[in-house]
């Protein structure tokens, strides 16, 4: 927890330099929420639940003020749902996460440190893997598929290749060759590429295969019909916390300003005397 959203409950006071340290408004308390993970107040040696300092306080409700005026009012909201083709009544816009995560970047936030970095990192291995990488192949029976009588051809020409790499996928470089002396076929190797790094027409069931695996059924496309074979699958390594770290804090600061910009619509909610629905 930081110091602003600790001070923001701490006694009122004396403070240090001599002068009486006001109690929060309820406006000033909502300005806290949406600054409270800022580190500027934050300094070596500093008593977390003393009181603010007249100069302290000052800078509070200056921060407060900008924070304030960067936090979209319920008709600030109503615009940003409707250019992100968000419909709904109020209520339902105020829920929506959509609407939440298209105003969370008008939210300050304070950089993570590196402790928590390090913790998010240790929580969640799994999503700072190196991508797993494919490589395969391609056989591709050229033609027009709106052709029948060349589609019923082709179709069993590519169900041929499918039964012998079946049988035997060591063939495949054979059959390439084989593809290669007909002027409108050809193939070859794919990757290694990882997951949505092929752009083709047939990529998405080449990606949904295993190492070894043959596509069961010639693939058309615009081009014709496609034989497809996963020969490997490279799982990707787990990547350091150097080099994930960006990402690390990218997203530890993505989640602050998510969690700022919900409590900011659960306010507005309140303030306009609509129902709310906790998440």
Known sequence: MSNFARDRRAPVGESAGGSLAKPLGRPQRRAFDLIENLAILRRPGRVSDAPLSAVELNAAETLMSIAQAMAPTLEEVRGIAARHGIAGTDEELLRHPMVALAVAERFPYRQPDRSACRAYYAAHPEEFRAPDLYEGGEILIGGDVTDRDWRAEAYGRAERIIAMLHYDRRVFSDLLI????????????????????????????????????????????????????????????????????????????????LAAAQRHLESLTTDHGLPFSGR
């Not at 092929?198 to 069961?216: D, H, I, N, Q, R």
Request: proline residues 8%; positive net charge; hydrophobic residues 45%.
């Open 178 to 257: 084989t593809a290669a002396a007909h002027a409108a076929d050809r193939g070859g190797r794919i990757g290694p590429v990882a997951c949505g790094g092929w752009e083709s027409e047939v990529a998405a069931p080449f990606f949904t295969l295993k190492a070894g695996e043959v596509f069961p059924l010639p693939v058309p496309s615009r081009q014709g019909f496609h034989v497809l074979l996963m020969e490997r699958v490279t799982v990707g390594r787990p990547r350091s916390f150097a080099e994930a770290e960006a990402e690390v804090i990218r997203r530890l600061v993505l989640r602050a300003r």
